[in-house]
């Protein structure tokens, strides 16, 4: 994905350690979640990673614009790419712990949760495939669509929990 960023002009190889950089922060995310799981409750972890998740393509889709100097141009993928492993890492976890808190977990709710994680999942791929009049798949005409993509699969996320998260509380005030 780094190779095709219009951010800096990157090797396969520059790329390959970005990823890398992204995978690192990915594994060691969850070590650090869990640290910080016994003081903040899960709606505070979700918070925070989605808005590293958040700031992160944030920042990679205003680097592609020429807002940032090009000369830190590197430094911010490599920044943002930590930010965004760090992001995904506990998302997942920090979801099931919030349904189990505020709704309960059965069968159904996993189910539920498996469905619609995949299909997401699988609206990414498909929507670089999506061939254009010209015969080329749209990601070889605009490289930062994958960055576009996530970055609006993260905002309708963010705004999902958010309405959860005021549909909680007015049903809190209701029963008392």
């Given at each position: 994905?780094?190779?095709?960023?219009?951010?800096?002009?990157?090797?396969?190889?520059?790329?390959?350690?970005?990823?890398?950089?992204?995978?690192?922060?990915?594994?060691?995310?969850?070590?650090?979640?869990?640290?910080?799981?016994?003081?903040?409750?899960?709606d505070t972890i979700l918070v925070y990673h989605y808005a590293c998740l958040l700031g992160g393509f944030t920042v990679l889709a205003l680097g592609s614009t020429g807002v940032f100097h090009s000369s830190h141009n590197l430094a911010l993928v490599y920044g943002t790419s930590g930010l965004i492993g760090y992001g995904f890492s506990a998302v997942i976890p920090a979801l099931y712990s919030f349904v189990q808190r505020h709704f309960g977990l059965d069968d159904r709710v996993c189910g539920l949760f498996a469905f619609v994680s995949g299909t997401f999942s699988l609206a990414i791929p498909l929507g670089l495939v999506v061939v254009s009049s010209s015969g080329e798949a749209a990601f070889e005409q605009q490289p930062m669509l994958l960055i576009y993509l996530q970055l609006g699969f993260i905002a309708a996320s963010l705004a999902i929990f958010a309405l959860l998260r005021l549909w909680i509380s007015v049903e809190k005030r209701r029963r008392k």
């Amino acid at each position: 994905m780094f190779q095709y960023l219009d951010v800096v002009q990157l090797s396969a190889s520059e790329a390959a350690h970005i990823t890398s950089v992204l995978s690192f922060f990915y594994t060691i995310g969850p070590f650090f979640s869990a640290l910080i799981s016994v003081w903040l409750a899960p709606d505070t972890i979700l918070v925070y990673h989605y808005a590293c998740l958040l700031g992160g393509f944030t920042v990679l889709a205003l680097g592609s614009t020429g807002v940032f100097h090009s000369s830190h141009n590197l430094a911010l993928v490599y920044g943002t790419s930590g930010l965004i492993g760090y992001g995904f890492s506990a998302v997942i976890p920090a979801l099931y712990s919030f349904v189990q808190r505020h709704f309960g977990l059965d069968d159904r709710v996993c189910g539920l949760f498996a469905f619609v994680s995949g299909t997401f999942s699988l609206a990414i791929p498909l929507g670089l495939v999506v061939v254009s009049s010209s015969g080329e798949a749209a990601f070889e005409q605009q490289p930062m669509l994958l960055i576009y993509l996530q970055l609006g699969f993260i905002a309708a996320s963010l705004a999902i929990f958010a309405l959860l998260r005021l549909w909680i509380s007015v049903e809190k005030r209701r029963r008392k």
